[in-house]
């Protein structure tokens, strides 16, 4: 009875929920299902790795096996998203062409689509991976856009190993290094994860500002159906 009332917004209610099984299904519905778009994945991560530390049972109530995070998560993570280019490349445009609903939002499409044609689509598929709801739509917009399988797999497979190892392995030591005082640091370690990794779209922002005080910038980015039909 208690998973029915779980919260699945809420990464500590998932996990002490779920556990290891659950944690790996909602990365692999996030980055491979466009309906999994709502999961905290970041937060979940940082908080699989706090419960496989010696803190583990004061915070969340559980205690997951560090190996198996650092297995399952990468490979999940890149399953996911690799389910998500293929759907994308097999649907077309047309995937995308419906009117907005609560799960559905245009908006959504259209964000990833920015960050495909702003910094293209190697940097694309990595960086991503730290932005949530990008993170779900990017990849069958790869797939629209004819992104080929190969280079979308390893791309693929560096974003999704930095992004699910290393905030993993983030929760992992501040659970170890704080012990029994993590309570007062979990919140700004979660805040200070969210900032780090939206680090590189800053770095990417201020070199293309750069780029086109220096006359080098390019012109607007076409949409997906655009560059879809440029294609057929």
């Given at each position: ?65 560090l190996p ?85 797999f390893v ?72 560059a879809a039909?440029?294609?057929?």
């Amino acid at each position: 009875m208690d998973s029915l009332a779980v919260n699945v917004l809420d990464a500590t209610s998932l996990i002490s929920t779920f556990g290891l099984i659950g944690i790996l299904a909602i990365i692999f519905a996030e980055t491979g299902l466009l309906v999994g778009f709502f999961f905290p994945g970041d937060s979940l991560l940082f908080l699989a790795g706090v419960a496989a530390s010696s803190s583990a049972e004061k915070i969340v109530g559980t205690s997951l096996s560090l190996p198996w995070l650092l297995v399952g998560a990468p490979l999940c993570a890149i399953a996911g998203a690799q389910l998500g280019h293929f759907i994308g490349a097999k649907a077309g445009p047309k995937m995308f062409n419906k009117p907005n609903s609560k799960l559905f939002k245009k908006q959504y499409v259209e964000k990833a689509e920015y960050y495909f044609d702003k910094f293209g689509a190697e940097k694309a598929v990595v960086l991503a991976r730290f932005i949530p709801i990008v993170r779900t739509f990017l990849n069958p917009v790869a797939g629209v856009l004819e992104m080929p399988a190969r280079r979308f797999f390893v791309w693929n497979v560096v974003g999704g190993v930095v992004w699910t190892v290393g905030i993993i392995l983030a929760g992992y030591w501040l659970g170890d290094a704080i012990g029994e005082s993590i309570d007062k640091y979990l919140l700004p370690g979660i805040a200070v994860i969210v900032l780090v990794s939206l680090l590189p779209i800053f770095i990417e922002i201020i070199r293309e500002r750069r780029a086109k005080k220096r006359g080098e910038g390019h012109g607007a980015p076409e949409t997906a159906e655009q560059a879809a039909g440029q294609r057929s």
